[in-house]
């Protein structure tokens, strides 16, 4: 079959494109690629008429010295024994806001295919509508830009004439590093910093202890706990209460017994 198909870019992007095959593969409508294979590796459904195949297969495009590109290909379908075979010739010529692409196309099948026992003027429409899309797709596709490539770390190099002080003030270390005053320190140049009373306090009562006894110790001042108030309860009312009882009862039997030597 013979088909013609105008796109609107230049004829030398469709050059260019037809010469990645990334590009190329990216331009074939509902084409499954291989994750481990050439670009043009895969598999690709083609409708025709109500019926849908699949093939599975490659594809490659050579370019001839005479500036046009032969597509050749060989696939085979996924789900029945059939084969098929295509080349597809293509001449880019420009054109008025754009380029016209001639392509002629032939395709072989084997007896067993599919696609053989479809109508003839079925599979013509379905060629062409592929190949359309195909040259539409391919003015489509933007060139990649390559990666830029990683420029090595350069080290850093000291100015000429840099004094070696002022190399090592730059590479100070942070242990060095003067560490500013709490806030609670009391303001101004003149004043001292004093421990809190408490913080004196505690200080002087761990001079001379172990660290056992130290982490032991109850807190002392404003941490120190308040004792519980003692009860007062009928044992320091008997305490007083007794000694006066044997002192009357003492006095008593005294008294009786002046009374019975008067008698």
């Known amino acids: 079959m013979e088909h013609q198909v105008f796109v609107p870019v230049p004829a030398d992007r469709l050059r260019e494109a037809l010469a990645d095959p990334v590009r190329v593969a990216r331009a074939v409508p509902g084409l499954q690629q291989d994750a481990t294979a050439d670009p043009l590796t895969g598999r690709l459904k083609l409708r025709v008429g109500g019926h849908s195949v699949t093939y599975r297969g490659t594809a490659g495009v050579v370019r001839h010295e005479d500036g046009s590109y032969t597509v050749k290909g060989e696939a085979t379908e996924s789900r029945g024994t059939g084969s098929a075979e295509f080349t597809v010739t293509m001449r880019l010529a420009e054109a008025a806001d754009g380029t016209t692409a001639d392509l002629t196309a032939t395709a072989t099948t084997t007896t067993g295919a599919r696609t053989a026992e479809l109508p003839a003027d079925q599979l013509a429409s379905a060629a062409a509508r592929l190949l359309t899309r195909f040259l539409e797709g391919l003015a489509e596709q933007e060139p990649v830009a390559p990666p830029p490539p990683e420029q090595p770390e350069q080290p850093e190099q000291p ?105």
């Open 159 to 263: 100015e000429s004439g840099a004094d070696a002080d002022d190399l090592a003030d730059a590479h100070t270390s942070v242990f060095d590093t003067e560490v500013p005053p709490p806030s609670d320190a009391p303001a101004g140049p003149g004043a001292a910093a004093q421990p809190p009373a408490e913080a004196a306090h505690a200080r002087r009562t761990m001079i001379g202890r172990s660290a056992e006894e130290v982490d032991h110790a109850p807190p002392r001042g404003r941490y120190a706990p308040v004792p519980a108030p003692q009860a007062v309860t009928a044992n320091s009312t008997l305490r007083w209460a007794a000694p006066a009882a044997a002192f009357a009862l003492a006095s008593a039997i005294v008294v009786t017994r002046a009374l019975r030597k008067r008698r």
